[in-house]
């Protein structure tokens, strides 16, 4: 039996992992988790999963969620619960689900408590990934990717020796604008920006895909996850979401991971790691019917954010810190309504213009950089 502590419990990886969790009772016990503001579907999954500890967003809800359910359990709020639930004694894995800069610090202590890291929160590593895999090393923890990339890449290269590997290939499907124009993208909303064409996913990351930054944020992530240099990381165009990465070795052989796309792969991958299970609601995967893939080159000067990230990337020190806060800040500000879709790049490269990096940062100052975009971000928008 594993036992599993979560953030972001009611997000699109979270309820996902609870319906792995559903599946396989006798392999994962849920110990604990938190959610934000979604306090119907927490007041579900406690009822249905009896955590010993839950944290919510604030004090006031965490008030009300004590007042409304019916199991006992110790109830937290902020980024303190996020704390409590990430150093959960009673658990052997975190798994890190909660979108944006927030789920940094939590990482960290759950690793200095040993435990094992499936994260599907990959701002933790464009942030800070000199520190998170440093302290990882040293404690001798395990991070097993949850991203279907990475967990992909991460499948790829097991049992390969790191040293005859040439390349990581990321596959991008393109997102909801893929077959647009820069010039079709005037004035597009939020709603057609979150029909994305073949995966499901919350709003923030399903924006992100259709800026291409969420496959910038995943070649920084890749860097430290698989110690690779950025001039050996492609991003290649796949419409179909098929082949979800690929590794070419040093003789030419090039190993690629299929599946549909179903989130629920990687991440049971990760609570069952190093063994593999049925996935009874997994959609089998049926080449003949697929009939042909595609593929084609990523083109940077349509989506900028994917050389922005390559470039931050390759810089280093905080600027990748400025690059995922002022997305985030832009982001907010697209999704309320408050800017344009194009205006999110430009956002992002005025912040990056005006930001002088820092080598080797400590957790401080990279926490002051991360304030400091988003208010210099935000104090560009009318």
């Known amino acids: 039996m594993k036992y599993i502590s979560v953030l972001g419990a009611t997000g699109s990886i979270g309820t996902q992992t609870f319906e792995v969790v559903r599946a396989h009772p006798e392999q994962f016990k849920i110990t604990s988790f938190s959610f934000g503001t979604n306090i119907q579907l927490g007041v579900e999954l406690i009822e249905e999963f009896h955590p ?19 199991h006992t359990c110790l109830v937290y709020y902020g980024e303190e619960g996020l704390l409590e639930i990430a150093t959960d004694a009673a658990s052997d894995i975190l798994v890190n689900a909660v979108m944006g800069s927030i789920g940094l610090e939590p990482t ?14 990959k701002e933790t590593l464009v942030t800070a990934g000199h520190i998170v895999t440093d302290r990882a090393k040293n404690k001798k923890v395990d991070i ?57 996913m919350g709003s923030k990351i399903t924006i992100d895909s259709a800026t291409m930054m969420n496959k910038g944020l995943e070649v920084i992530e890749a860097h430290w996850l698989f110690d690779t240099e950025y001039d050996d990381i492609e991003v290649v165009l796949h419409r ?10 040093i003789d030419g052989s090039v190993i690629a991971h299929l599946g549909t796309p179903d989130m629920k792969v990687p991440i049971q991958y990760a609570l069952s790691h190093p063994n593999r299970l049925e996935l009874p609601s997994g959609k089998r995967l049926n ?53 344009e879709f194009l205006e999110i790049e430009s956002l992002i490269e005025k912040a ?21 975009s988003r208010r210099f971000v935000q104090s560009l928008i009318v």
Not at 57 to 68: C, S
């Open 52 to 70: 010993d500890r839950v944290s919510v967003a604030t004090k006031e809800l965490a008030e009300e969620l004590k007042r409304t359910i019916n």
């Open 108 to 121: 960290l202590a759950a690793i200095d408590k040993g435990k094992t890291i499936a994260l599907a929160n």
């Open 144 to 200: 097993l990717p949850v991203d279907s990339e990475h967990s992909a890449i991460y499948q790829c290269l097991k049992g390969e020796k790191k040293s005859e590997m040439s390349k990581l290939i990321l596959t991008a499907s393109g997102g909801s604008f893929r077959d647009r124009t820069r010039a079709d993208l005037q004035g597009v909303t939020v709603e057609e920006a979150l029909n994305h064409p073949n995966w499901s």
């Open 240 to 249: 179909e979401s098929v082949i979800h990465s690929m590794v070419e070795f």
């Open 287 to 339: 080449l003949v019917d697929i009939g042909t893939l595609h593929f084609g080159k990523m083109d940077l000067e349509r989506f900028p954010c994917l050389r922005f990230a390559f470039e931050a990337g390759k810089t280093g020190g905080t600027t990748p810190t400025v690059l995922n806060a002022a997305n985030e800040a832009a982001v907010e500000a697209f999704l309320n309504g408050r800017i």
């Open 352 to 372: 990056l213009n005006q930001h002088v990096s820092i080598n080797e940062p400590s957790l401080e100052e990279i926490r002051d950089v991360d304030v400091a």
